[in-house]
């Protein structure tokens, strides 16, 4: 099956791939999917807890506030195999957005203690970012900063002890960590397609200490532009994973299950159907790595060039590799029980997060050559 | 001997190449719209090339070729690319030199290589058959042994540049009861001077005629000309193309037309309509991906490691995009696409219809898309028979 194609010259990155295969034999990915969407959505902070012991919470996270100094590399491989194995927890969000976040932090004790809490697994800190109905302010106030507004798209937020909000002051943007039980903070939550959960999150006159503020800029964009760039790239390895996934148990389904005397594999019309859905894996993987490299050439025109096509890319193979796989996979594949379903589900929500492929086509052409500016 | 060119730095070789090409390579031949000139219109430009000892990129050095890697060839055939230089009659260069160099005798190698390279030989490929195009293996030409010569009858079709050339390496079928069909072929290199051939060129849907029928009524061809063993010529003619099948899946037809699709659409307005916005955003992104893809498999060679058949997704993807951006050419002409010759689009004229009718071909040759698709299925994804 199309696999991400990187140097290894140390054998990092293969443990790092087959640690994510023993942890998904303790944790199996499809099982705990079934079992989150029973909770109504709630993440199990025992698999978080693992993950954080197998050092993957905050992998981004310089070594100087206690992270594991690791790179885009390793976090892609990481992304990859976690979608392989299914393991659906908020890993985009809650790991790589934040890490980058907190990372990109000015120093203080504040980052540490976020860095070092995410690092260990006690703190689990939840970006809260896209505006709602209301946009978020933040007013100083004797010392304390009052936010007000609403923030949608958030996830695993009954598990957050902390989210990372972005909010506009009287002179820029912000990004502060509030506590998950701070006063004039309510959670709403929205079933999530793949079972877990998705809250609006009001905040009302809720009070925060000054020293949460973690990074001050005149725009949102400069606060944000690169904990964007390097979640979509993890979400696209890790749709890349879930592809790859997807189509392999559809060959093994295929070639298992006989029809008129033969395995339905066997049929050419099955056959193209399966080569397309390979084309469409092995490109995603190749533009994935296109990515990884752009990043690592420190060209930041070519690598949000690269980031943006690598992500609509995986992001549309997965989806339409999902698709074709539950048809497939026949009545089965229409069925709650067989596990295709949950593969499909997982694409769309990755799809659909940090910019389907349409909106994240357009935004190319435009960056690069101007075609469409003001649209998208 | 010539130079090593594997031991120069990549980027000293491109930039060597490509000042020499740009120097030597005439202004009139650059971006022909032919897309095969005939030996005759493009011989000054294979005589220069043969001159300065750059004529047979992959040939070993012994045979006067440069004897570069994969790596090296790729930059080469990137820079000719890049150039505008016109495709040369390049079937002796690129098929029937490998050929000899791995199944021909020195006797073969000494007489035919330089002939080549002098431009003597113009060769073409005998491979398909009325009745054996994807089905190779069903081909009925055939070739009885008469003492020591071979009598040769029967008919070749889609034979490119046959009206050109005076050679012709030719699949025969010399055994007629074998069990396996691919068993009982064999590969002779064939005079296409002599007595009971001729030659009936084609014209294409761009009315032009880039390909021939060739037939054969009592040819008489020397047991010399026999390349490999008698009845084994199957793994022969299939051995032809190694590392160049990444050629076949290279974007530059697509990268082409996806240029002149820009420059027709923005002399017609077209970014303003959000829907065409839309299919071009598409487009271009299926080009910069297969451009990551493409460089996947050009790794492979740089590391001097082998081309497994996985590379059959590049030719599939490829010629399909080449395809559908020549089909969004169409679609932005509106009711020019009636106009049978180039639309104006500012000061250049772009040719839409003649690339739109270019783009059917590549679909169907080198093996078409769906037999690429049958091979992928088979030895990559392994599904059952």
Redesign the interface.
């Known amino acids: 099956m199309p696999k991400l194609m990187l140097d290894d010259p140390d054998g990092t990155l293969v443990m790092l791939s087959d640690s994510v295969t023993g942890f998904a034999g303790r944790f199996p990915g499809a099982k705990a999917m079934r079992e989150r969407r029973g909770r109504g959505g709630t993440m199990d902070p025992l698999i978080w807890s693992a993950m954080a012991e197998a050092g993957w919470i905050g992998l981004l996270l310089p070594q100087e506030c206690g992270g594991a100094g690791l790179g885009l590399r390793e976090q892609t491989v990481l992304s990859e195999a976690l979608g392989r194995a299914l393991i659906a927890e908020p890993t985009g969000a809650a790991s790589v957005f934040a890490a980058t976040l907190v990372g990109g932090a000015s120093p203080g004790a504040e980052r540490s203690r976020l860095a070092a809490g995410m690092t260990s697994g006690e703190i689990i800190a939840v970006p809260a970012w896209t505006s709602g109905a209301k946009p978020m302010t933040a007013r100083s106030v004797n010392g304390s900063i009052l936010l007000s507004g609403e923030m949608r798209f958030v996830d695993a937020a009954r598990a957050a002890t902390d989210f990372l909000v972005v909010a506009r002051s009287a002179d820029g943007v912000i990004l502060l960590s509030v506590a998950a039980d701070a006063p004039g903070l309510a959670i709403s939550e929205r079933a999530g397609v793949d079972g877990g959960a998705l809250a609006t999150i009001s905040f009302s006159d809720c009070a925060v200490p000054a020293d949460r503020v973690l990074s001050r800029a005149n725009r949102c964009e400069d606060l944000l532009r690169r904990a964007i760039l390097h979640t979509r790239l993890a979400l696209a390895a890790e749709l890349t994973g879930v592809a790859s996934k997807a189509l392999e148990l559809t060959i093994a389904y295929t070639s298992d299950r006989v029809q008129f005397g033969k395995p339905i594999a066997s049929f050419q019309a099955i056959q193209h159907r399966l080569v397309d859905m390979w084309i469409e894996a092995d490109f995603a993987a190749a533009a994935v790595v296109n990515a990884v490299d752009a990043l690592q050439a420190k060209d930041d025109d070519a690598a949000e060039l690269a980031v943006l096509a690598a992500k609509a890319r995986a992001g549309e193979a997965a989806f339409s590799i999902c698709r074709r796989a539950v048809h497939l996979h026949g009545a089965m594949g229409y069925t709650d029980e067989c596990d295709i379903g949950l593969y499909l589900k997982r694409a769309i929500n990755l799809n659909a997060m940090l910019g389907q492929p349409e909106q994240l086509r357009l935004e190319f052409v435009e960056r690069e050559s101007g075609y469409g500016r003001g649209r998208t | 001997m010539a130079p090593d060119w594997n031991e120069v730095p990549d980027e000293e070789f491109r930039s060597v190449f490509r000042t020499w090409v740009d120097q030597n390579c005439p202004a009139h031949l650059r971006y022909m719209r032919k897309q095969r000139p005939l030996f005759n219109e493009v011989a000054e430009w294979y005589h220069a090339l043969a001159a300065k000892g750059w004529l047979a990129p992959t040939w070993p050095r012994q045979y006067g070729g440069m004897g570069l890697s994969a790596a090296k060839h790729m930059i080469y055939v990137e820079e000719w690319g890049r150039l505008g230089c016109p495709r040369i009659p390049d079937h002796g260069i690129g098929l029937v030199g490998p050929l000899l160099i791995q199944y021909g005798t020195e006797e073969q190698k000494a007489h035919y290589l330089p002939c080549i390279l002098s431009g003597e030989h113009v060769w073409c490929q005998g491979y398909s058959e009325p009745n054996a195009g994807s089905d190779l293996a069903s081909l009925r030409t055939s070739a009885e042994l008469d003492g020591d010569v071979f009598v040769v009858n029967g008919q070749k079709i889609w034979t490119t540049l046959a009206h050109c050339a005076n050679w012709i390496f030719v699949l025969v079928r010399t055994e007629r009861d074998a069990k396996v069909r691919q068993k009982g072929i064999t590969v002779l290199l064939l005079d296409l001077t002599s007595p009971g051939v001729r030659v009936r060129p084609i014209e294409n849907l761009r009315g032009e005629t880039d390909f021939c029928e060739v037939f054969f009524d009592n040819v008489r061809v020397p047991l010399k000309n026999l390349v490999g063993k008698i009845h084994e010529g199957w793994t022969v003619a299939k051995s032809v193309l190694g590392h160049e099948r990444i050629f076949l899946g290279a974007p530059t037809r697509p990268e082409y037309a996806l240029e002149r699709l820009r420059r027709l659409a923005e002399a017609r307005g077209a ?1 303003e309509d ?1 829907a065409f ?2 299919r ?3 487009l ?2 299926d080009l ?6 493409f ?2 498999y050009a ?1 492979v060679l740089r590391a001097g490691g082998e081309l497994g058949a ?1 590379v059959s ?1 590049l030719k ?2 490829t010629t399909e995009l080449y395809q559908r951006i020549t089909e969004e050419m169409l679609t932005v002409a509106g009711e020019e696409a009636r106009f049978a010759d180039d639309l104006g689009a500012g000061d250049v004229d772009i040719d839409a219809m003649n690339l739109f009718l270019d783009s059917r071909a590549p679909a169907i040759f080198g093996g078409s898309n ?1 037999i690429q ?2 091979i ?2 088979k030895a ?2 392994q ?3």
């Open positions: 970014f959000p916005l839309s071009f955003a598409r271009r992104l910069y991906d297969l451009g990551s893809a460089e996947r790794k996985d997704a599939i993807f769906e698709r049958n992928l299925a990559v994804l599904l059952p028979g």
